[in-house]
């Protein structure tokens, strides 16, 4: 069973920079992507950014396009995603999700299809 663990929310000003990690444990298939997610409150969970594990492609939303930016250390089995000159509305929990046999960009149309999520974690920014 995949495990995906998130961390490194928190408070920060708007303009400021947060950085966050996706731990994965127990993958068996090499082939696929993750994607970081964001849900605030009384909206519904968007796509914010993905990465594919072989090769490292990326895809963003065009919301954060520009200021964030996802990378991965496969030693590690760790997606990162560095968010700068945040915004409040950028405020959210942020999750991260596993999907095997997907490219990056598929996963920005499969929010609700994605295999394995972590729990989130919460990122505050304020005005």
């Known amino acids: 069973q995949v495990q995906l663990v998130e961390s490194g929310g928190g408070l920060v000003q708007a303009g400021g920079s947060l950085s966050l990690s996706c731990v994965a444990s127990?993958?068996?298939?090499?082939?696929?992507?993750t994607g970081w997610f964001r849900q605030a409150p009384g909206k519904e969970r968007e796509f914010v950014a993905a990465?594919?594990?072989?090769?490292?492609?990326?895809w963003y939303a065009d919301s954060v396009k520009g200021r964030f930016t996802i990378s991965k250390d496969n030693a590690k089995n760790t997606v990162y995603l560095q968010m700068s000159s945040l915004k409040p509305e950028d405020t959210a929990i942020y999750y991260c999700a596993d999907k095997n046999w997907v490219t990056a960009q598929a996963v920005a149309i499969l929010t609700d299809a994605m295999d394995y999520w972590g729990k989130g974690t919460l990122v505050a920014v304020s005005s």
């Open positions: 990465i594919r594990w072989n090769g490292g492609d990326t």
């Open positions: 127990g993958r068996t298939f090499s082939s696929g992507s």
